[in-house]
């Protein structure tokens, strides 16, 4: 577990001095604010400026320190996508002339992109020397190539004549040329690069290794084409994923990378051969930063899952044991707490939400991973103040439902965040048949004023469609200006993995309504908030079958801040956005 890998560039920020370019970090090193909370289309500004960079001389210390601990250290330098940054301190560089490029101050892909003329290839060369000397022992060098939009490349006279020129059959292919020409310069340094695994897209460069985070299809190629491959898939090892209920964990991205998934992960796929599986030099762990503010908190978001996957990488699959693993775990947290780690302390062993499907008592019976905890609950969604002492007897009458809340702490002061699981009395919705589908909704389109969701029922559609999104920029295009009021109604299916009590969430304004099954969950109105520019958050529970289930969701825009978002997920267990193309008509 011994190698650093450095994202240094990006959209919102350039973070390394390239002496150079001074501009990179006069200008493409500041942003004037970023994306207030959860990620949404809409952007709302939190109002803090942001900006810094390491110096040569910071850097130069970051690899000495690793060095003496035998970690070589990566660095990333970003393209030719998520360039935003880099543009706009030198924007001819870009495709577009008369354009206006800026850092960006949201999460995202965007159009910003180089364009392959010699003036790019040049700027970036002189950075990756400049990069390369910093980084003396790293015999990789990452470039990136990850998310690129091909809009400014397809309206380039320049782009397309170099297709003509070159033979490149399309944008795809442009992008390999791109990391090919990076790939000979690099190699010339006596260094090889790394790449994201759309590298693979247009043809992969002749000595390039693949990072394979899209799931493990792209590893899998580029192993059986010989290329040496990084597994780091986005759901085992994202740790900027969440690890538990949304409600109590600091922000994060969302979706849900527990510990246990961590440690089930097998960086050598069934589809390798053995011949093949040699290629996998290992498995990386991502952590983005756009919601982590604190050393504490990436502590937070590293510890214990950084253990889970150092044992994954280091054991035969046949000798990982699980319950073994959480054993040794409790010296590891001793440890871990002489050296004032901030990890995330494991919630309690037996914490699980339970189905009683008409019996009327539930036994649960819980336990700590560290050593010397102890277990707070509540049944009353307060505080959790009373000391766990011994299984709990929970007697619940037909459709009622408790949420068991429960804090750990630790000898040394520590409290955990609350951990919740849900014991419901209510029978599980059922599942319906869905034999012919298509992905997305159906969708009706109402422009005007409306006082609730209700006065849809009642109107008749300036627009009925068939759409892939739920999202609310969709509308622009009809109403000129999303802070024109409108409405609109998704109906479609959601398809269930597994029988569970699911968490739903909507976060809006005005007025938003969500029906599963013809049962409404979600009765959101935040129109009297409006005003000050607030949002409202709302939450719904239903115990689903497996299966596909009707889905019903209706929205009122009445002016100013137009916002929609639906989350779902196990109870507990994180919460996933719903964009719309995963559900079906």
Known sequence: FNQFHWHLTDDQGWRIEI??????????????????????PVFRGDGVPVEGFYTHEQIKEVVAYAKARKINVIPEIELPGHASAALAAYPQLGCKENYEYKVQQTWGIFKEVFCPTDATFKFLEDVLAETIALFPDSPYIHIGGDEVLKDHWKESAFVQELKRRENLKDEHEVQSYFIRRIEKFVNSKGKRIIGWDEILEGGLAPNATVMSWRGERGGIAAAKSGHDVVMTPTDFLYFDYGQGDPKFEPLNIGNHVP????YSYNPHPKELTDAEKKFILGAQANLWTEYIETPDKVEYMVFPRMLALAETVWTPLERKDFNDFKRRLAYQFERLDK???????PEPAGLKNIILNGENSARVELGSMVNGAKIFYSLDGGEPTRVYEKPLELNLKPNETVELRTVVALPNGRRSVIYTATVTNRPMLKAVALNEKTAGVNLRFFKGEFKSVNDLDAAAPNETLESRSIQLPQFATKTGDLKQPFGAIFEGYISVPENAIYEFQIEADDFARLEIGGETLIDAAAAADDANGKTITKYGLAPLEKGFHKIRLRYVQAGENPILNLRWGVKGKGLRRIYGNELWR
């Open 339 to 345: 050296q004032n780690v901030s990890y995330r302390i």
């Open 19 to 40: 002496k150079k370019y001074p501009r990179l970090t006069e200008i493409g090193s500041r942003r004037k604010e970023s994306h207030q909370g959860s990620y949404s």
């Open 259 to 262: 510990l246990e998934k961590v």
